[in-house]
Structures are given as structure tokens and as C-alpha cells.
């Protein structure tokens, strides 16, 4: 069964190389990279019935073939240390020693950062990671995920996006990985996630499975037949240098384990395995009070934070549903109703 699985992933390798090859040139929106260039760009998003969009956008043509790697960041304009992440990317990836292509995408939602609104596109008001794969004639955020489908992932044959806890998230870091059912898939995907080093890795089995309802950007790659992760670290605004480097080297770490770059990917081989995500809503309006922080071990029942009503009664407990760790906390005192306190991830007993 395993060799059955390497020679596939293996074929799979040898199309994208054959591919690449055949290329002097590398395009993505209006970035043209010769072998052995950088070039920048805008994938040009028209205006329909709002603004259009140019979404930054830079390529990397390596002086070899290769595969063709998407990195993707700020669907949520926010996530500053993914975005800071990207930044020093395309500073330091080096395109006369990279075998095949490379397409950095620093900020999808430009909106967001401009004008600091967590979450949510301010122009139409909806999340930039779960309208894919688009559609040419929606809203701005869903003609830029269709922009992005077909300029971004449609060319490529891995893919990584960047997220981090927003504004109001004090998050751990972590990365998710998605199982297909297609086992040369997931093997190749599996390593990627294992090549990215962070020491937690959420497995997703619930993703849609239809490539015309992808909702995620990921997602959108992996129901393509390419092998994709997210990861995520950074939280509440900051651009700690750990955070921004950590989410560097397992790029790069990745585009070693994918050949593109020289050198031995830093594995991360025994991860702690996050096999269910518990979110914990808040059921009334007030302010939140955490009582655990991002990263923290507990246990079903315990209680995680409350929320007063602006009189200082305790109006809701939130108590954890599950044994496992805190993924990510609500990092600020306003609470909705209905918002998140907190995600737990619950530990699987063996590695999937
Ligand atoms: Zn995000």
C-alpha cells in the first residue's frame, strides 16, 4: 500500500516538473518571471456591483523545473504576522537557486488592513476564506476568490495559506490538514504539514468535497487534486518575531521537503495530533473575562472565562466541552452573543 502511494504521489511530482519545464516564463496576474527572476504584480479584480480590487501578487521562476507552490496570506487583512510572514518571503527566497515556480500572495484582503476590520471584507461585509471558489459576477470578495481560483490555485500544484488569530483571538500556533480519502494526495499533503514543523496539527475530515462548493481556499486547492495545509500563528495584532519566523521556516521548510529549494526540511515528526475542534460560544452580550490563556491544557467541564453584564454580574459561564488545549481565546473584553470564547482542540490518542 505504501509503495503504491509513493509511486502515485511520485507520478504526480514528475507531471508538474514536465510542466514547469516547458515554461521561459512564469505568469500569474500581471507578474511575468524569466527563469531565474522575481517579478510583481496585481491579480487585477474588475469592479461589478462594488469596487474592483489589485490584490499584490509575486512570482518567483526558478532557474530549474519544479513544482509550483501557492502561498497565500491575509484573507483576513488583520493577521499581521502571516502577512509580515510573506513579506520576508519574497524578501529571501532566492529565485537562481529555486526549482520551479513560487506565487506569494502577502495581502487578499486589502480592505481589512487598510481600514483594521477583523473577520470580514468591509466592503461587502463577508469573510475572505469562505466564499470559494468565487463566482465572476458576486461581491468584491467573492470575484477575488474567483480571481484567485483560477490565477493562483488553477496554475499551481501545492498550495499553503497563511492565517493567525485576529484582532480578538489570542491563538497557539498550529496547522491544518485536511484528509481527501485520496491516500496519494494526503500522503503528499500529510508531509507538508509535517515539513511546516508546527508542533500541533489539526486533521480535518469535514471539508466539502465538491471543487464547486471548496468554501476555503485550502480547500479549493485540495478538492483540485493539490496537495494543500493552513497554518496559522500570530495573534491580537502582534507581529512577535517568533511568530513571523516560525511561519517562514516551515515555508521554507516545505519548498525543501518539495525539492524546490536545496537542502533537508526540519520535520517535525512526532506532533501533538488535534483530531476535533470544540468552539465555545458566548450565550449572552457583555464583557469577557478569560481564565485560561492560548496554548493551555484542559479538562471537560472546567471553566474557561465568564461574561458580566456592564454592572459586574455574571451573566454566563463558559466551561470547556471538552478535554484538550486551547487553541485560541477571546483575546478582548467585548462579547456578543453567539461569539466565540474560545476552540478547543481535542487530543487524538494516535496519529492519523
Ligand atoms: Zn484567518
Redesign the pocket.
Known amino acids: 500500500m505504501r509503495r503504491v502511494v509513493s509511486l502515485a504521489a511520485a507520478l504526480l511530482g514528475l507531471t508538474a516538473l514536465a510542466r514547469a519545464a516547458e515554461r521561459p516564463t512564469f505568469t500569474v496576474g500581471t507578474a511575468t518571471a524569466a527563469q531565474g527572476h522575481k517579478a510583481t504584480g496585481y491579480l487585477e479584480v474588475p469592479a461589478g456591483v462594488d469596487p474592483g480590487l489589485r490584490i499584490p501578487v509575486v512570482v518567483f521562476h526558478g532557474a530549474w523545473p519544479g513544482q509550483i507552490l501557492a502561498i497565500v496570506s491575509g484573507?483576513?487583512g488583520t493577521?499581521y504576522a502571516?502577512i509580515i510572514a510573506v513579506e520576508r518571503l519574497a524578501e529571501r527566497v532566492d529565485p537562481t537557486e529555486l526549482s520551479g515556480s513560487l506565487v506569494l500572495v502577502p495581502l487578499v484582503n486589502l480592505a481589512s488592513f487598510e481600514q483594521k476590520v477583523p473577520?470580514v471584507n468591509p466592503v461587502d461585509g463577508k469573510?475572505m476564506?469562505r466564499f470559494y471558489p468565487g463566482r465572476s459576477d458576486g461581491t468584491q470578495t467573492e470575484r477575488a476568490a474567483y480571481a484567485i481560483t483560477k490565477n493562483v490555485v488553477e496554475p499551481c500544484d501545492h498550495l499553503i495559506?497563511?492565517?493567525?488569530?485576529?484582532l480578538d483571538e489570542s491563538l497557539r500556533p498550529y496547522t491544518y490538514w485536511t484528509k481527501t480519502g485520496n491516500a496519494a494526495q494526503d500522503a503528499v499533503s500529510r508531509d507538508m504539514a509535517i515539513a511546516f514543523g508546527l508542533d500541533h496539527i489539526i486533521a480535518v475530515t469535514d471539508r466539502p468535497k465538491d471543487p464547486a462548493t471548496s468554501r476555503y481556499l485550502d480547500n479549493t486547492a485540495s478538492t483540485r487534486g493539490k496537495p494543500s495545509i493552513a497554518a496559522?500563528a500570530g495573534y491580537a495584532g502582534r507581529t512577535d518575531p517568533e511568530d513571523v519566523e516560525i511561519l517562514v521556516h516551515g515555508s521554507l521548510s516545505v519548498m525543501r521537503q518539495l525539492k524546490m529549494l536545496p537542502g533537508v526540511p526540519s520535520r517535525i515528526e512526532h506532533p501533538v495530533w488535534i483530531e476535533n475542534v470544540r468552539s465555545v460560544p458566548s450565550e449572552q452580550t457583555g464583557i469577557f473575562y478569560p481564565l485560561v490563556v492560548r496554548g493551555q491544557v484542559v479538562e471537560q467541564g472546567m471553566k474557561i472565562g465568564y461574561v458580566t453584564d456592564f454592572f459586574g454580574k455574571t451573566i454566563f459561564e463558559a466551561r470547556s466541552p471538552t478535554t484538550g488545549v486551547v487553541l485560541y481565546v477571546c483575546a478582548v473584553p467585548s462579547m456578543r452573543k453567539g461569539d466565540t470564547i474560545a476552540n478547543i482542540g481535542a487530543i487524538a490518542r494516535t496519529a492519523p
Open positions: 484573507a483576513h493577521e502571516s473577520h469573510s476564506n495559506d497563511l492565517h493567525g488569530g485576529d496559522e
